[in-house]
């Protein structure tokens, strides 16, 4: 599994710029104000209660730990670390079509979560020199040269289409399969039963073994798993896949698996 090392203050930073101060701002009050200033330090907190996005909650947390830091030099923890991976994710794709929708994303308390995913996976393709273009719809986006379609979906158990999965069934009924599409060479469809927060968990190898019934001759379909935990050198985020059975990786085709850590002093 490959290590990767990551600069968590500049990346918070950047985090900060892309999702801008005022929102920001607002969304700390909001955290603040939530059950009479109960959760004011931002634990205990029922998001979707307080209409707050993860991806604030994150930030938040980050700037408490990364000014703890400051004071007892103890290093980013966990938080900081999850917003820094946003934060990354987002600069890898800054020229990507369509990407300020999904800041918007970002944004929304009900879409914040899958668009975080959706980011994790797309930014694997920005690294390695692809060019990505998101759709208007969240958990489909396009990679370009070759072209692949790319499909994103959280499940229990992940049934692919066909198999009581309605949502993965509406997405690829409404894209097309690739044996419909000529022009496209094949999709990667990945599944994943949590998303990439802290203390996430998924034993993957519960998921349904079997590949999704829209995928065609040279598609691939991708279970995802993504964990942040305290490691043995400190916070890391596990970024690991298990693929569906009969499937076979390919060197243009993104497979997550890696480990993040924050950059060693």
């Known amino acids: 599994m490959y290590e990767r090392y990551l600069d968590v203050s500049w990346a918070v ?7 801008g101060t005022d929102w920001l701002k607002e969304s700390l009050k909001l955290l603040k104000g939530y059950a009479s200033g109960g959760g004011s330090f931002g634990r205990g907190i029922d998001l979707s209660a307080c209409e707050v996005s993860e991806t604030a909650y994150y930030w938040y947390r980050a700037r408490e730990e990364l000014a703890l830091d400051i004071i007892g030099g103890q290093g980013p ?3 900081a670390l999850q917003a820094a991976v946003i934060g990354d994710d987002l600069w890898v794709l800054r020229d990507s079509q369509g990407l300020s929708e999904r800041v918007e994303g970002l944004k929304q308390p009900a879409d914040a979560g899958q668009v975080i995913t959706e980011l994790v996976i797309a930014a694997g393709y920005a690294r390695s020199g692809r060019r990505v273009v998101f759709t208007n719809q969240v958990g489909i986006f396009n990679v370009l040269g070759p072209k ?3 499909y994103l979906e959280h499940c ?3 049934p692919g289409p066909g198999n009581g999965n309605t949502r993965v069934d509406k ?3 409404s894209e097309g399969c690739t044996q419909n599409q000529p022009d496209t060479a094949f999709s ?3 599944r994943y039963q949590n998303k990439p927060g802290l203390n996430s968990y998924c034993d993957f190898y519960d998921a349904e073994p079997g590949g999704m019934d ?3 001759s040279g598609d691939l379909v991708v279970n995802c798993s993504f964990i942040a935990r305290q490691g043995p050198r400190g916070p890391e985020i596990v970024r ?3 693929l569906a059975e009969g499937h076979q990786p390919a060197p243009d085709r993104h497979i997550p698996n890696e480990i993040i850590m924050p950059v060693r002093e």
């Open 171 to 173: 997405m690829v009924s």
């Open 13 to 19: 930073n950047y985090l900060d710029e892309v999702m």
């Open 188 to 190: 990667v469809f990945y």
């Open 156 to 158: 229990n158990r992940c």
């Open 148 to 150: 692949i379609n790319v």
């Open 77 to 79: 923890g966990l938080y």
């Open 240 to 242: 690991s896949y298990a």
């Open 214 to 216: 829209c995928a065609g």
